[in-house]
């Protein structure tokens, strides 16, 4: 009889080290699953903190220049819009000024000029009258 108790608190000793075995897997995968998570997270927060900076250098590069031009502000701009800012610019530039601005500018799929193609054709001239003797 001796023998028998024996062998019971033996195989309770058993089954409490697999359970103890199995709640600490348990948790070591827990704490695994845990840290990548956490790694995961960071890179995510980083990417979207770097990507907030570009856009936000971008924003105060170009400023509220744009928005003259993208009154719907969709971030393209109809020849209409554009038509409405030449008037503006139409004793600096006269008509064949006018015209080659437009040709110049290329169109999406709806006859719509993009905002950027602008920014970066305004970016182009800038950098020419700047290269230019005696501009700043």
Same mark, same amino acid.
């Given at each position: *009889?001796?023998? =028998?108790?024996?062998?019971? &608190? #033996?195989?309770?000793?058993?089954?409490?080290?697999?359970?103890?075995?199995? &709640?600490?897997?348990?948790?070591?995968? *827990?704490?695994?699953?845990?840290?990548?998570?956490?790694? %995961?997270? &960071?890179?995510?927060?980083?990417?979207?903190?770097?990507?907030?900076?570009?856009?936000?250098?971008?924003?105060?590069?170009?400023?509220?220049?744009?928005?003259? %031009?993208?009154?719907?502000?969709? +971030? =393209?701009?109809?020849?209409?819009?554009?038509?409405?800012?030449? *008037?503006? %610019?139409?004793?600096? %530039?006269? =008509?064949?000024?006018?015209?080659?601005?437009?040709?110049?500018?290329?169109?999406?799929?709806?006859?719509?000029?993009?905002? #950027?193609?602008?920014?970066?054709? +305004?970016? #182009?001239?800038?950098? &020419?009258?700047?290269?230019?003797?005696?501009?700043?």
């Amino acid at each position: *009889m001796v023998e =028998k108790e024996g062998t019971e &608190d #033996e195989e309770e000793a058993r089954e409490a080290y697999r359970a103890a075995r199995k &709640d600490s897997d348990h948790a070591v995968e *827990m704490a695994v699953a845990d840290k990548a998570s956490s790694a %995961l997270i &960071d890179r995510v927060d980083a990417i979207l903190q770097k990507l907030e900076k570009e856009i936000d250098d971008v924003d105060a590069k170009i400023g509220d220049r744009w928005r003259l %031009l993208d009154r719907d502000y969709d +971030g =393209k701009v109809t020849p209409e819009e554009v038509a409405s800012a030449t *008037m503006y %610019l139409k004793d600096t %530039l006269g =008509k064949d000024g006018i015209q080659e601005l437009l040709s110049n500018l290329s169109k999406d799929k709806e006859g719509k000029i993009r905002v #950027e193609d602008i920014v970066k054709l +305004g970016s #182009e001239r800038e950098d &020419d009258n700047s290269d230019e003797p005696g501009r700043v």
